[in-house]
């Protein structure tokens, strides 16, 4: 019953944006009246339920509040994203962590980067940068705020500058941002084009994440076919083979 109660009170004071998030806060209440309690203590070994979507959704609450304003498209975001690849029940069970960060004050980025890093590849790293840029885009565009807090994980997770780049221009769209996926400038010429491809599309081919993680796959799927596409409309555009 409490979550009506806090969703009505949201609603009161932030109207619907307030109203999801209440809602969340007050089934997060309800479950723990319920006795169904978690462990969890980020850049711990005991972490429970799950380490690594915990930490991703931690960040994820950094990035929602980067600019001082919870909106309801990015929560949604981030609930349809671990319904779709992790199903409700589990989905359910992670959110009740996920909220209660939202309420607290943003932590420290290196805590919570700390896990992700020393226990995950390289190509990893890169599905984590790729899903909280779509976090913040989910209202149809990144603030500075949330693009400079994204930096600051991009950078704690030791992503390389040309990478963020990369990624961000699959959301942020410009006049070069086919070849800002790509790393490579406008003056490139045709070969440099072909093999930044090649070394692109190796780099962000599904098979090259080691994962079986579902989010983490259907990521690295979608930054590939972001990366096939760049180079598709590069090709066409210059007249190349």
């Known amino acids: 019953m409490i979550k009506w109660f806090a969703a009505f009170m949201g609603y009161y004071f932030l ?3 307030g109203a999801i998030l209440g809602f969340f806060i007050g089934s997060f209440i309800d479950q723990m009246n319920k006795g169904n309690q978690f462990s969890y203590s980020i850049g711990r070994n005991r972490m429970q339920p799950e380490v690594f979507e915990l930490n991703l959704l931690a ?8 600019d001082g304003n919870v909106k309801a498209q990015e929560l949604q975001y981030v609930r349809n994203f671990f319904i779709t690849n992790y199903g409700e029940m589990k989905a359910s069970s992670i959110f009740k962590i996920f909220n209660e960060q939202i309420k607290k004050e943003t932590q420290n980025i290196r805590d919570l980067t700390r896990v992700i890093l020393e226990r995950t590849r390289y190509e990893t790293r890169l599905q984590v940068l790729h899903f909280l840029f779509g976090v913040a885009n989910a209202d149809g565009s990144i603030s500075v705020e949330e693009l400079n807090k994204i930096n600051s994980i991009a950078e704690a997770l030791g992503i390389r500058f040309s990478d963020i780049e990369s990624i961000k221009a699959m959301f942020v769209k410009s006049a070069d941002h086919a070849y800002k996926i790509l790393e ?7 070969g440099e084009v072909k093999k930044a491809y090649r070394d692109m599309a190796k780099k962000y081919h599904p098979d090259k994440l080691q994962s079986k993680d579902p989010a983490l796959i259907k990521g690295a799927q979608e930054k590939f ?3 096939q596409k760049a180079y598709e409309t590069i090709r066409k555009t210059r007249g190349m083979n």
């Open 15 to 17: 109207r619907f944006p």
């Open 59 to 66: 960040l994820a609450a950094t990035v929602i509040k980067a």
């Open 184 to 190: 490579i400038t406008p003056q490139a010429s045709d």
């Open 225 to 227: 076919q972001e990366v």
